[in-house]
């Protein structure tokens, strides 16, 4: 069945259309942190992020359909569900972020941002790092190094090297703040003196595609200072830690001591509903808005002011990013028991943990591939990141127990155990 | 209560944020073709096109609420709900166009578009009219005359004048349809002679935002000949035609006559769940595929799926399609009885009409304004578009009835009465 499914799919959705794993999983229901495949196989779930307060939640389900049944419409009219969320979820940023754009996806909150620092400097010129992902649309492509643009990088961008657990950028992890903060520094210069000046800073406060490295909170302040002190806009893209996925503040950029100017949101917003949204300052946001005639259609509709709102509820009630924190710790400490010559670190916080694997020093993506094919055969959903693809990657729902964090940590451990590399 | 929400509104999501009406309308329900106010006020809709099969139709409400319980995760998965609707949606359009990307908004949808013209021909020119709108990312706007993008437009813009009813490009209606072709092929030669080469041409198949101007069938076969001769692709924007609106075929270039590359949908493909897509031959496909990594997390996923899959449904069961011809043409009939000396021309196809002012031969602003104010003060939403402002705009949701037409008809023959202008 999974052989004609795949045959249909890239029948009309064409090729080169990703999926997991050797063997795709065609998964027909999910629960909480389970999810079962079209055979009845069970997983856990130790990937999904969207999914944030678990999959199908039944108050975020509820609200959905019960808004669906009431009103569906546009933010041209008025309606309080915008309103009511917009200051719920603005009071849970510094005071100076204060302004919200919905939108429908990360990528439109990120092409929104790059333009935020545009319209609010005057100047084009962007930077991220060499090692991230932010977003697919045409504009937001060009500081996505894993998905390289159609036609080339335009000559407003630059990439810096991404932080790096095992190899620091500047060669020291005591020094790596300073190096980091240099190497922006540098880029900034050259974007100054190319002509396109200085806009703006991407980034992800957990750098989360770069393979989460293991970094200090005083990290990102050198960079930050340079950042500022160049006139540009610092944008943190809290779509992979926003929410409490890390277990101790709601985001990314708050556990860091940053005061960014731009943040956006995304995947887990509305737990699989598609929404997400810039928050920005007001200077910034007005910007935007007197440069740009911005109206999105399904963005911020009622619907999705409903899931989003519903979705907090569950955060809030459950004390989801207290237990991220606590079955995290549990976690990691489960994990740090597996015994392979191969691991070469483990790292996370909350519920966003890696693994990085090396043998005789060198990145092992067999041995990841490994492992995670052997989760997947064996009940469990993970993935992988990292420049080498070597990093495995465990994100999983909010609602993970510590009797789940020790199922999975077994599962891992009987991979690890289960290969001869 | 509207005071106090749009100070709120305002302080929460910033300045410029567009609404309707000089007194916002404050929508708390809709069902079918009718919404209604915080203070309980009743108003035939007569604008929105985005509840396609009408307001919180129950069908489309059950497909969401019943699969947002089941599963909702991404493509990366196998799920059987986006091939049985890439399959179903595919069947509705001409062999060629067998392929499909589904994302969260037409905006994302434009921006995929324009990459495979570029990935395709790899060259970076792109052709729109001078008073569109096609979306609102960063590489969309570029081509959006009536939004135009921050920092002006680039190197590889071209706009060619928009066609009219009563200011015809080139200066007689016998003779628009060559002009225009011969607009385009100027612009595509001056493409290549800049270097950047021609990509594509990007048209709503109405051109609804430039006005909804009477066209012939005939229409586009000399530009879309100019645009094939030179190597380009042909991109047909439905995301306002499409799904029926116009009461004749299912696609605004079908009724055109026309094979394009490239088709790009939004709105009203789920009713108001955020759902939009690109359909493309497979070889232009395959060049963006090739080119780009392209994932969206929510799009295509199995909610989405199920709620575009449901509009497919209520569309086909109650041949909304065959209605919109009926009713767009009695709703035509009546409109014509109207009697102001204002009324410069009225035209229409299916349930898309306009009404063009003109006071002494000057497009009348005011007039079409008051005609909109004073609908929303007696129970009727309308819009207006073109590139005065001047052009009264009907869109309503596709179960509109005979009866519906009499009710706004009347109230427009009333807003008419009720002006000294």
Known sequence: ???????????????????????????????????????????????????????CHPHVVAAIANQASILNTHTRYLHDGIINYAERLTAKFQPQLDQVIMVCSGSEANDIALRMAQAMTGKTGLISTDNTYHGNTMAVSQLSSRKPPIGGYAANIRHVPAPDTLRPVGGTADGQAQAFAREIQTKIDDLEASGHGFSGFLFCPTFANEGLPDLPKDFMLPAAKVIHAAGGILISDEVQPGFGRTGDTWWGHDWLGLSPDVVTLGKPMANGHPVAAVVAKSEVMAAFRNAFGYFNTFGGNPVSCAAAAATLDVIEQDNLIENAKEVGAEFLHSLYSINHTSIANIRGRGLFIALELETDGVADE???????????????LMGRTGRKRNVLKLRPPMPFSASNAIVASDIMARAFKATKV
Do not use: Q, S
């Open 1 to 55: 069945m999974t052989n004609d499914i795949m045959a249909r799919r890239e029948a009309v959705l064409g090729p080169n259309v990703p999926t997991f794993y050797k063997n795709p999983v065609h998964l027909i229901r999910g629960e909480g942190v389970w999810a079962w495949d079209a055979a009845g196989n069970k997983y856990l779930d130790c990937y999904n992020n969207v999914p944030h307060v678990g999959h």
């Open 366 to 380: 067999a041995l990841a591939a490994h492992v995670v094919e052997y989760a997947r055969n064996n009940g469990m």
